[in-house]
């Protein structure tokens, strides 16, 4: 059993910051990727930003040089710094995780956290 669990989302005006906290806890061996999706009204799900492997990673276009990922390994949590929030980044923001839960299997599993709503108006 492993469980995601998403923090920090809220309302804020345009030009505003939030920081959002995703912690994982459960059965978990390793994990292989942890990043941030985003699903605004109407539209698909889309890849934020991620640790792709190691300290390497990627960003939607539309964040670069606003968004930052990091993460504390130690806790198994990673954090979405947003900057110049814009109201087109309003949507409810997912944790995502790849996870190796025994040290017995080598097979890894997608998680996904509940989401927590941002909403960027004035």
């Known amino acids: 059993q492993v469980q995601l669990v998403e923090s920090g989302g809220g309302l804020v005006q345009p030009g505003g910051s939030l920081r959002l906290s995703c912690a994982a806890s459960g059965s978990i061996f390793s994990i292989g990727a942890m990043g941030w999706y985003r699903q605004a009204p109407g539209m698909e799900r889309e890849l934020v930003a991620s640790?792709?492997?190691?300290?390497?990673?990627k960003y939607a276009d539309s964040v670069k040089g606003r968004f930052t990922i990091s993460r504390d390994g130690a806790k198994n949590t990673a954090f979405l710094q947003m900057n110049s929030l814009k109201p087109e980044d309003t949507a409810v923001y997912y944790c995502?995780?790849?996870?190796?839960?025994?040290?017995?299997?080598?097979?890894?599993?997608?998680?996904w956290g509940q989401g927590t709503l941002v909403t960027v108006s004035s």
């Open positions: 995502n995780a790849v996870i190796r839960m025994r040290a017995s299997s080598d097979t890894y599993f997608r998680f």
């Open positions: 640790f792709t492997g190691g300290d390497r990673t």
